[in-house]
């Protein structure tokens, strides 16, 4: 991932202002529309291997795959402190009867083992059963997960800081509509971390000329 980035979202910068880059840079939609979530990492770009990957646990029901992807997601984390629980971005019940599995949940718990903090998977619940996010505009996206994610027990949050785990960062639309749904529920702290991020198109690295970042999935 290119290391100018969005001190608050991790979008890569692509304008000239990466160049005079600092720590502290957000981009413009975080600067005119802050998010609800407090930060948020993104990993790895959305690019082959991972990419295929990532599709093969989701659409191919490949539940194997979600070992090497949580290992591959340890491996970079960033330094986090005080974490108090680890959420799971959820699925529909319906998604989740054709699915069998929420690939979210498989990468948190294996993440809430490494760290030692307590997982919760059922107190953030997605309410509204939405067309998939992948084809959508974002103003589409807005749209479509507007109240989509509901607290069950919001007196287990209060002042907790917390860490939202999903599987892919594209618009950003589906985390910050937990984090509000989180942070109106009394949490001090919401901070997310995605294994994988789409990327703008001159973002994306030439494979050809540089060394595969994704050693687990070479062979």
Known sequence: MPTARCARCDRPFVSPVATTY????MCPPCTQHPPSYTRAWTLYPYTPPLQDAIRLLKYEGKV???????KLMINSLPRLEAIDLIIPVPLHHERLCQREFNQALLL?????????????YSNLVRTAS???????????RLKNLRHAFVVRHPAQLTNKRILLI??????????????????????????VITLARTLDQNLIPDRTQSPAPYPLFNH
């Open 64 to 70: 194997s795959l979600a070992t090497p992807l949580a």
């Open 130 to 140: 939405t067309p998939p996010q992948t084809s959508l505009s974002r103003k589409s």
């Open 166 to 191: 999903d599987d892919v960062f594209t618009t950003g639309t589906t985390v910050n509509e937990c984090a509000k749904a989180l942070r109106r529920s009394g949490s001090a702290d919401v901070f």
């Open 22 to 25: 600092s720590p502290r840079h």
């Open 108 to 120: 948190a718990d294996q993440i809430g083992r490494h760290l030692n903090i307590s997982l919760s």
